[in-house]
């Protein structure tokens, strides 16, 4: 009997907790603009870790830290991460700043500590009620890409200044904005065509 209303007790406590957080949830709205607060976070991420198979976050890295496994992540990073998480991993970009957990600063000790099987549980599945895409292909050559890219994350906060303009070229762009690049090329190359100025104008 004695089991029983502990039971009870407990199944009472879950269940007023899980109410006030949906209260609270709930008043927060629907809006991404504000900033997590530091329980939330720390919560959060408490969570994230344990939810992570223990078998997953003890994987270690097949792939060797080498020059070209390093570009290659660097490339894939200028092409899928950047847009959020930024060239230099800080997550100050326009939609990185709009999301809710905001993009965090890849450099910082909260991604840098975490094992590099628990950053490639997070990129191959991605994490729920976040921004956070899942990047898995489900093959052996998208995990090697996940790998790698694990291994450039580690490079973040030693980037240089030639990194980041080697990474801004490989960045998405929209065709207006390769137009405007290809046109600026042109231009400094001087095999733009300039329209010849009409008969006595001074310029």
């Known amino acids: 009997m004695t089991v029983v209303r502990a039971l009870w007790h407990l199944f009472a406590v879950v269940g007023l ?43 270690t890295n097949p792939v060797p830290s080498t020059a070209e496994s390093l570009a290659e992540g660097k490339a894939h990073w200028a092409d899928h991460c950047a847009s959020c998480h930024g060239n230099d991993g800080a997550g100050d970009t326009p939609m990185g700043r709009g999301l809710y957990p905001k993009a965090p600063d890849m450099r910082l000790a909260a991604t840098q500590g975490l094992s590099d099987g628990e950053l490639f549980a ?23 890409a996940t790998w790698r890219l694990v291994r450039f994350i580690r490079q973040l906060p030693a ?45």
């Open 122 to 144: 997070l990129i191959e599945h991605g994490v729920k009620l976040t921004g956070m895409p899942a990047w898995t292909t489900g093959t052996p050559e998208g995990e090697q």
């Open 17 to 59: 907790a899980t109410a006030i957080g949906g209260v609270w949830f709930a008043a927060q709205g629907v809006g991404a603009i504000a900033t997590p607060g530091a329980l939330e976070t720390a919560l959060a991420r408490t969570a994230r870790h344990y939810l992570v198979p223990a078998a997953l976050r003890a994987r």
């Open 159 to 203: 980037l240089t200044d030639d990194d980041l303009l080697e990474m801004e070229d490989r960045n998405p762009r929209g065709r207006a904005e390769w137009r405007a690049l290809e046109e600026e090329r042109k231009f400094l190359s001087g095999t733009l065509d300039v329209p010849e100025p009409l008969p006595g104008h001074p310029h």
